[in-house]
């Protein structure tokens, strides 16, 4: 599997994905960024409102995911934000069109379950996914996913919610 190292993307950098200017975007980040963060700007005007709701959230929500050790940007995976009021995180990943297929998406997941597990208050991670999305559900198969019921997504309709309990490990 390949390995995935998270660059949070800051307020500015949002901001530049937004505008579309992927130059400003990158140099925020500190990190070369790709056209398909700039594609998916509808997702970086929900995420700046949220950090304005709540600036925790600037710690939780997406990220542009980047394949080591070629260090390039692959997609961007993180949570919907902080966790909820029962210790549950939301967690979402997208990978570009051309790099689908290569086991980022399992990469980008297996990341995100070891920063859930790690983090004190978070007791489980929930996953929302269309039931005609059989490639997402193939990427959280195995990962200790339970399906627990459904709920209407204005955006994608209905949609299976999975919930998998945080894993504790001996640190000794």
Do not use: C
Not at 49 to 78: F, K, L
Not at 86 to 114: C, F, N, Q, T, W
């Amino acid at each position: 599997m390949p390995d995935i190292r998270f660059v949070q993307l800051s307020p500015a950098a949002l901001t530049a994905l937004v505008a579309g200017d992927l130059a400003a975007a990158s140099a925020a980040a500190g990190q070369q960024l790709s056209q398909y963060l700039v594609d998916e700007a509808w997702l970086w005007r929900v995420r700046l409102e949220d950090i304005e709701r709540d600036p925790r959230a600037a710690d939780w929500i997406a990220r542009a995911a980047v394949a080591e050790p070629q260090g390039v940007v692959v997609g961007h995976g993180g949570f919907h934000g902080p966790p909820d009021a029962d210790g549950i995180v939301e967690v979402a990943y997208s990978v570009a069109p051309e790099h689908r297929r290569k086991g980022y998406a399992k990469a980008m997941l297996r990341a995100l379950l070891e920063r859930a597990d790690a983090e004190p208050g978070v007791t489980a991670v929930r996953a929302s996914i269309r039931p005609d999305n059989v490639g997402s559900k193939a990427t959280i198969a195995g990962f200790g996913f339970k399906k627990i019921g459904e709920q209407w997504d204005p955006e994608d309709g209905l949609e299976d919610v999975y919930l998998r309990p945080v894993q504790v490990h001996d640190q000794g």
